[in-house]
Antibody, heavy 117, light 107 residues
Framework: EVQLVESGGGLVQPGGSLRLSCAAS????????ASWVRQAPGRGLEWVAN????????YYVDSVKGRFTISRDTAKNSLYLQMNSLRAEDTAVYYC??????????WGQGTLVSVSS | AIQLTQSPSSLSASVGDRVIITCRAS??????LAWYQQKPGKAPELLIY???SLESGVPSRFSGSGSGTDFTLTISSLQPEDFATYYC?????????FGGGTKVEIK
């Protein structure tokens, strides 16, 4: 079955760190660009970052630059998001998504990140 | 960053109604626009890409049109499973951005 499964979410204090993972199955993830997209509770969608097939190109939304790092492991067919210096406003469900020409054609089920003391 | 403004933010409609949702970009984006449907507690699903191309498996009652700054998503005959929130997304330039969403509710 073609799917993406996120993990690694949880409760973290402000200023803390968390690493999200996204495991792909049923297809070769390294053949596609991939993104992280988040959704704060009751709010709309916000694109966070993306990465190209070999990891050589990465883009970020301004609000996470310098704090978040996107990466991938082609051997493990996986995508990651290292989140440092977390803030309350980073609280959201984080989705990984497979891209085709910057359009999100396949999404995971999401993982919830809560930043609170 | 390119801002996308969706209208209305919510609407009430009945099964069988024709529904039109608009998305306006703050600057021209050619046809670099996609539409998604999201149901409560679920991930979004792609409906339309390149402004008017229907994603495989999406019912033909969904259609998209527009180019430049003004776009529309049309549901020709609303079905019970279509009650959801709809988002537009531009991919003309970074950062990739979404509209604020349109919630379609049952009248």
């Amino acid at each position: 079955e073609v799917q993406l499964v996120e993990s690694g979410g949880g409760l973290v204090q402000p200023g803390g760190s968390l690493r999200l993972s996204c495991a792909a199955s049923g297809f070769t993830f390294s053949s596609y660009w991939a993104s992280w997209v988040r959704q704060a509770p009751g709010r709309g969608l916000e694109w966070v970052a993306n990465i190209n097939q070999d990891g050589g190109e990465k883009y970020y939304v301004d609000s996470v630059k310098g704090r978040f790092t996107i990466s991938r492991d082609t051997a493990k067919n996986s995508l990651y998001l290292q989140m440092n210096s977390l803030r309350a406003e980073d609280t959201a469900v984080y989705y990984c998504a497979r891209e085709l020409v910057w359009v999100f054609g396949l999404w995971g089920q999401g993982t919830l990140v809560s930043v609170s003391s | 960053a390119i801002q996308l403004t969706q209208s209305p933010s919510s609407l009430s409609a009945s099964v069988g109604d024709r529904v039109i949702i608009t998305c306006r970009a703050s600057q021209g984006i050619s046809s670099a626009l996609a539409w998604y449907q999201q149901k409560p507690g679920k991930a979004p699903e792609l409906l339309i890409y390149e402004a008017s191309s229907l994603e495989s498996g999406v019912p033909s009652r969904f259609s998209g049109s527009g180019s430049g700054t003004d776009f529309t998503l049309t549901i020709s005959s609303l079905q019970p499973e279509d009650f959801a929130t709809y988002y537009c997304q531009q991919f003309n330039s970074y950062p990739l951005t979404f509209g604020g969403g349109t919630k379609v509710e049952i009248k």
